[in-house]
């Protein structure tokens, strides 16, 4: 959501050096600085080309995610780690100079390293259980995957390690700060991509719904903004994002709450989304949608005009939570796009990439995906996920932390109490 709310594209500029900038493909900003509000969309001749392209992008972007949507929970998490590989190569290549790579051969090798080693940690500990679910009629399988669980973390702090030697066995002398400094923005990658993506991730199995709705509220708040600000930007909003209007930003915050109540109600009526996956397996899913997804029907008030087509509105409960998200969407998660512009700014680059024409790169697209993720987790988890035990968490419990031996000691000893309680009782 970076780039700029009703951008109409970025002046080009003239002379040698900016034909000599367009031929590498760079992506750096202009030297000039524009001053907050001097360019505003409205009155940007190039700005119709500059819609076409962002929607043309846009509409296939759409396209392939519902395509990824109809697939499933495990297309839609190997959706998730294409976009974290993308993202770790945008940001692998902002701080990197060519001159000090070529004078330590296998130095980026390292960088990819780390990441692949916290994927492993990070997915490792999120998907286990459903592993073990997916495993559990196959004696074999379900042995070799306990193991592989139980040294899963040693595994990774080992790997981990050993990248940790390679870092101190490489240091060279006189780029020693280049190196150190790398070693830093790549710990910072890891905890920039992997913190979103874990909470993405668990989003995704709890419910497609808990995932799907979070982010099309981030891209209708987008597009809203463009398009409000394109049409009736006039007011500067920050002077980090110099094309963002408040009327693409109040404009915006109305439609993405609207779209919210309304998506939710569409969402929350197909199983596909609203089910949890126990497994990873790609199988239809079914099951008892719970009271947040049951409409609940409201007589319309007597002085409602009779024009109106209905007297009795479905709404399901899980609507007012949708209110929330829109609200945190419109207000909070737009200052993930602030300050990317912000880091932009700071490294005097125009986009993290240009891998999506109209819109930079994939980094550019997911500044408040970031922040929207982990807020719908924690409020999914905060008040919406029941506080009390369940069966189903208690058999999550068993299932994971205890062996097959264990397992089948259990059922004997409750076996064993059932018994005493039914004879007890006659």
């Known amino acids: 959501m970076d780039r700029d709310s009703g951008s109409g594209g970025p002046s080009t500029p003239s002379g040698p050096t900016a034909r000599l900038r367009r031929r590498k493909g760079s992506n750096e900003a202009p030297p000039e600085v524009e001053t907050n509000g001097d360019r505003l969309l409205f009155n940007d001749r190039n700005k119709y080309k500059s819609m076409l392209i962002r929607t043309y992008s846009t509409v296939w972007m759409i396209g392939g995610f519902v395509s990824i949507i109809y697939l499933g929970h495990l297309y839609i998490w190997a959706m998730v780690v294409v976009i974290q590989i993308f993202m770790a190569k945008e940001l692998f290549n902002l701080l990197r100079k060519a001159h000090e790579d070529r004078q330590l051969p296998g130095f980026r090798l390292l960088n990819w390293h780390f990441f692949f080693t916290v994927m492993l940690f990070v997915y490792g500990r999120i998907l286990s259980q459903r592993l073990v679910n997916t495993v559990t009629m196959d004696k074999f ?39 150190f400094s790398q070693y830093a923005w790549t710990h910072m990658i890891l905890i920039v991509t992997f913190t979103q993506s874990a909470f993405t991730v668990a989003n995704i199995f709890e419910g497609i719904f808990w995932f799907l709705l979070p982010a099309s509220l981030i891209v209708i708040n987008d597009i809203a903004a463009y398009i409000f600000g394109f049409f009736f930007g006039r007011t500067p909003l920050i002077k980090l994002s110099p094309k963002k209007t408040w009327e693409g930003f109040i404009g915006a915050s109305f439609a993405t709450m609207i779209s919210a109540f309304v998506l939710a109600n569409i969402m929350g009526r197909f199983q596909w989304l609203t089910c949890p996956r126990k497994d990873l397996s790609t199988g239809w899913l079914e099951c008892d949608p719970g009271s947040l997804f049951k409409p609940e029907y409201y007589t319309v008030p007597q002085w409602f005009p009779e024009w109106f087509p209905w007297r009795e509105i479905s709404i399901l409960p899980v609507q007012w939570h949708a209110l929330c998200l829109g609200l945190f969407a419109s207000i909070i998660a737009p200052f993930g796009g602030f300050f990317a512009s912000g880091f932009k700014r700071a490294f005097k680059i125009k986009d993290f990439g240009d891998s999506i024409p109209g819109h930079g790169g994939i980094t550019d697209r997911m500044d408040c995906q970031m922040v929207m993720a982990v807020f719908a987790y924690i409020y999914h988890q905060s008040f919406v996920v029941p506080q009390s035990l369940s069966i189903e968490m208690i058999m999550d419990q068993i299932l994971m932390n205890l062996t097959f031996e264990e397992q089948r000691a259990l059922y004997t000893k409750l076996g064993q109490i059932i018994m005493e309680k039914q004879f007890g009782e006659s």
């Open 141 to 179: 399988l379900y042995k070799l995957v306990g193991r592989l669980i139980k040294y899963h973390m040693v595994t990774c702090y080992f790997l981990y390690i050993a990248g940790f030697m390679w870092f101190i066995l490489t240091l060279k002398k006189k780029m020693y700060k280049y190196q």
